[in-house]
């Protein structure tokens, strides 16, 4: 560890100037992170003093292939991106955690006991619930917990479809990782746990993914035919070397209650799946489904019938997006990704709500994205749908002229430029 201020010296003389490139990949943006890091340093030292520190990063995610498939043990394939949360954090004897977050309200001190931390239903939905839920998931499993003191500092955008609260959970357990347990936890293990804050402290049902994919980072495939037991390979492919940028797209929804619409996608999808008997359409063969489809009709919905339609051609594209990749046919990825979007509001029908089809902005900034690309790059609904975020690959010397034309209609600051960055969640200095 080093003093803050020592670090604060050595970002200004350039020494970790190689590591933030490293991260963040965009000239552009390096003098803006040195900056952050900087700040972020000199509001520790003015919170808790000139301390030796470490800082740590997660980055925020995006989700490539296989939307709604997780839920029927499905297949898909997600990625980091070099917008993420750092911590600046020095460990304590007091077994006290302190965290201050900028932007938001103080975060309440969390005392650390031998006889665990319980759940609380009234703290559900908190900063502290999390942290409460990492604490004692490390604790059941065996691994050392202390306190510490951190001022955090985020660029992952709420509410972006990025996943700003996978990055926090993966964060805090990957502090705990560094300071008490010398880095030695596998990074799968670590967005377990983190899953399990969201899912038991926190309050949220979630899959493992946004987790794995902050933790382990890159891109990586994930096969759920065993849920509790996902296979989880990360890939080893560099973006960087086919020049696109990945762009999300906030949409400018207003949040809604779209329980029932999620759910009904995993009950209609159920429903084809139990016709054959199965759970889950994972355990239906494609071609029989295929040969029932008119007898079919009689019990399941036809938009039953077209969402799982589009889980078996997701199921296809993950591999295909995968070899094209791995082929370096960055051309070819992008039709894959096309034929997603396309199956996204053809058949799964997950980019305006059946509750109120009058309002339709993913569907509307998808078609202005395609005017404005032309055939500079693709586009389609991000996330779990209905609201909220697109996703683009953009050519690189085209990505600052399609974000300045596409926030003319959905409004400034509404288009994130990033790129896939091949570190998960990790301790930076």
């Keep these: 560890m080093k003093k803050a201020s020592k670090i604060i010296t050595g970002f200004n003389k350039g020494e970790y100037k190689a590591l933030i490139k490293d991260l963040y990949i965009e000239d552009a943006r390096l003098t803006k992170q040195k900056n952050r890091y900087v700040t972020a340093l000199k509001q520790f030292i003015e919170l808790y003093g000139d301390e030796e520190v470490e800082i740590y990063s997660a980055p925020g995610r995006s989700e490539i292939c296989g939307m709604h498939t997780d839920h029927q043990h499905g ?205 889950f359409l994972r355990e239906v063969d494609e071609n029989e489904f295929y040969e029932h489809i008119i007898p079919m009709r009689k019990v399941c919905s036809d938009r039953a019938i077209l969402r799982a339609m589009h889980f078996y051609s997701e199921e296809k594209r993950v591999n295909k997006e995968l070899k094209a990749l791995r082929d370096g046919n960055f051309h070819e990825f992008k039709i894959q990704i096309r034929r997603s979007g396309n199956s996204s509001f053809e058949y799964l029908q997950n980019v305006y709500s059946s509750k109120d089809p009058s309002h339709q902005n993913i569907s509307l900034a998808i078609c202005m994205s395609e005017k404005i690309l032309k055939d500079k790059g693709v586009v389609r609904v991000h996330g779990p749908g209905f609201e909220g975020t697109i996703q683009v690959f953009v050519e690189n010397d085209y990505a600052r002229k399609y974000k300045n034309e596409i926030e003319k209609y959905m409004g400034k600051h509404c288009c994130y430029v990033t790129h896939i960055r091949q570190q998960g969640a990790m301790k930076v200095i």
């Design 75 to 279: 297949k898909m394939l997600a990625c980091s991106v070099n917008r993420d949360i750092i911590a600046v954090v020095t460990p304590t004897d007091d077994n006290v955690v302190r965290l201050v977050s900028e932007g938001f309200p103080d975060i309440r001190p969390i005392t650390i006991s031998k006889a665990g931390l319980k759940l609380a239903f009234d703290e559900q939905g908190t900063t502290e619930s999390l942290i409460k839920g990492i604490v004692s998931q490390f604790q059941k499993l065996g691994y050392e917990v202390g306190g510490f003191n951190a001022y955090i500092t985020s660029e992952v955008p709420l509410y972006s479809g990025m996943s700003s609260s996978a990055a926090i959970e993966v964060l805090l357990a990957t502090i705990l990782n560094g300071l008490y347990n010398s880095g030695s936890i596998n990074p799968l293990i670590i967005a377990q746990i983190a899953q399990y804050a969201e899912n038991i402290y926190f309050g949220k049902p979630c899959g493992l993914m946004d987790q794995a994919a902050c933790a382990i980072g890159g891109l990586i495939k994930i096969d759920f035919k065993d849920p509790k037991k996902p296979l989880i390979k990360k890939q080893m492919i560099k973006f960087e070397q086919f020049n696109h940028s990945l762009c999300i797209v906030d949409t400018k929804d207003v949040p809604a209650n779209l329980t029932k619409e999620y759910r009904a996608i995993i009950e209609e999808m159920r429903s084809v799946a139990k016709y054959f008997g199965k759970e």
